[in-house]
């Protein structure tokens, strides 16, 4: 049977009592054995201690079992094998693994598409939020979380990730985003106040987000002159930003800098990352972000919404700790009801402590569902806001020469 070019198989390794997987790739070393992948489906691994390149001079080869036997020179694995490289236990984990490259790509029967879309055409869908965060060792919390909606099938989604090396990246990250969230819905209510179609999401989105880089410019810039030192080079306020709205059956996402948007889409058994990382980065200096007069530009993605859908935004924190292949997996132990939806975020939240995270973390998922979910309530950690959008407070006030006022004022 023939596989096609864009699909691989890959073989992950876990030890009990461990979260991490071990991934054992063809034509490298592991625990010192070469692994192979044999042709044919289902797909299967070969460990090849005999002979193998990856011991050095006058180590002993490992001792190879698979499920409670002793092998001699090689071993066949395919996945629930349990297998044993001298006194280390694993088990194995083969996964299907497609990066589409074309999403509009049908995966399944031309007539079941279109019987999915005609259902998609009739019947609104409404939208599920979960997050969560975790401080990490940094001392300041410079993540923000977002989520809100104007009606059950009209939400937003948002994280963003102060920048750090710069000033203020927890003020940034905090008005960037419940500006976005209160620009973007208030855009919609006032068309609605005047008997108009709300203007389409992306608009929305672009529209908000750009003005949050306006105003946290302009506040880089009072805090420059309140310096008074004319001298320095201006310190900017700036951060990430990631949102996904589910408005009239439709995902766009809009992506300012390096925080990640993962979709797991159920009926297809696929996850793909949404967002693009080549424009990340100039050397180890982030291109683009929310309040960089030199580096602005928001990135728009939009596709059809699917029951079922899982959407996955982070910030950086987790993708440092956790591979795509972790996500994937615990994104199908939700699609396969082995893990609740809500406990998610908390859940990766844990793995990122269990990791000892050294960055800020923040984990959001939303979900598509035929039924709308009653609110949430609101979450004790005050860098979480599940509440009504309201418009923020200013970052400062012009008039008054000597600090900052409101509730972005720092002791």
């Not at 390794?13 to 592991?30: H, Q, V």
Request: with cysteine; net charge negative.
């Amino acid at each position: 049977m023939n596989v096609p070019s864009d699909v691989e198989y890959r073989l992950y390794l876990k030890s009990p009592g461990e979260t991490a997987l071990k991934r054992a790739i063809p034509g490298e070393c592991f625990e010192g054995t070469l692994v192979s992948l044999l042709p044919g489906i289902p797909p299967r691994f070969l460990f090849v201690a005999d002979g193998s390149p990856c011991l050095s001079a006058g180590m002993p080869k490992p001792l190879l079992w698979v499920n409670g036997q002793p092998i001699q020179g090689a071993a066949i694995v395919e996945h629930g094998t349990l297998l044993q490289i001298g006194d280390k236990p694993y088990e194995a984990m083969i996964q299907r693994y497609e990066r589409a490259t074309d999403p509009t790509v049908p995966h399944r029967p031309a007539g079941l598409d279109a019987a999915v879309a005609a259902v998609r055409a009739n019947v609104p869908f409404y939208g599920g939020c979960a997050a969560d965060l975790y401080l990490g060792r940094r001392a300041v919390q410079e993540d923000f979380i977002g989520c809100g909606m104007l009606s059950g099938s009209d939400q937003l989604w948002i994280v963003a990730d102060g920048v750090g090396g710069e000033s203020q990246g927890d003020v940034a990250s905090e008005f960037a985003t419940r500006w976005t969230l209160w620009r973007y819905f208030q855009l919609a209510e006032a068309a609605l106040a005047n008997n108009q179609s709300p203007p389409p999401a992306a608009w929305r989105l672009q529209t908000a987000i750009t003005e949050a880089n306006q105003q946290l410019i302009a506040f880089s810039t009072y805090l420059h002159k309140a310096s008074k030192r004319k001298d320095d080079e201006m310190r900017l306020v700036t951060t990430t930003l990631t949102a996904a709205a589910l408005y009239q059956n439709r995902w766009c996402m809009a992506q300012v800098g390096n925080s990640a948007a993962y979709m797991y889409r159920v009926h297809r058994n696929e996850m793909r990352e949404w967002t693009t990382h080549s424009h990340v980065y100039e050397g180890e200096i982030l291109r683009y972000s929310v309040g960089n007069p030199h580096g602005f530009t928001v990135h728009l993605h939009e596709e059809d919404a699917h029951l079922g859908d899982l959407l996955l935004l982070c910030t950086d924190g987790l993708t440092r700790c956790m591979s795509y292949e972790e996500l994937q997996n615990f994104l199908f132990k939700v699609a396969i009801n082995d893990l609740s939806w809500e406990q998610l975020p908390s859940r990766l939240i844990g793995v990122s402590k269990e990791r000892d995270a050294a960055d800020n973390v923040a984990v959001v998922l939303g979900r598509v569902m035929e039924q709308p979910q009653r609110r949430a309530a609101a979450p004790a950690n005050p860098r979480i806001t599940l509440d009504a959008p309201l418009q923020p407070a200013p970052l400062f006030t012009p008039k008054k020469s000597g600090g900052l006022f409101g509730i972005f004022k720092r002791d």
